[in-house]
């Protein structure tokens, strides 16, 4: 069993800041690609960016110079920071993986989604 468990969701201001954290945890043997979806009310759920184990990043158009993923491979744990937040990045946030529990054996891991609010 594999769960991935978010923190750092909340209330912030036009203009804030906010950080994102995804732990990985349970029977892992690699993790592949990591990233951060949300999901607006009345919208599809949308990539806002992904990271390669090697490092390599991927963001959204919309949120391109105001947010940074980041990951720890060595805990498991991608990172997602919030800058010049706007309303429209109100949205629940899912943490996603893309991971091996035994070689070979490919698993595509969801959270439980952390609400982000922006506004004043």
């Known amino acids: 069993q594999v769960q991935l468990v978010e923190s750092g969701g909340g209330l912030v201001q036009p203009g804030g800041s906010l950080r994102l954290s995804c732990a990985a945890s349970?029977?892992?043997?690699?993790?592949?690609?990591m990233g951060w979806y949300r999901q607006a009310p009345g919208k599809e759920r949308e990539l806002v960016a992904a990271?390669?184990?090697?490092?390599?990043?991927n963001y959204a158009d919309s949120v391109k110079g105001r947010f940074t993923i980041s990951r720890d491979n060595a805990k498991n744990t991608v990172y997602l920071q919030m800058n010049s937040l706007k309303p429209e990045d109100t949205a629940v946030y899912y943490c996603?993986?893309?991971?091996?529990?035994?070689?070979?054996?490919?698993?595509?891991?969801w959270g439980q989604g952390t609400l982000v609010t922006v506004s004043s």
């Open positions: 349970g029977s892992i043997f690699s993790i592949n690609a």
């Open positions: 990271i390669t184990s090697g490092g390599s990043t």
């Open positions: 996603n993986a893309d991971l091996f529990t035994a070689p070979y054996r490919y698993l595509e891991v």
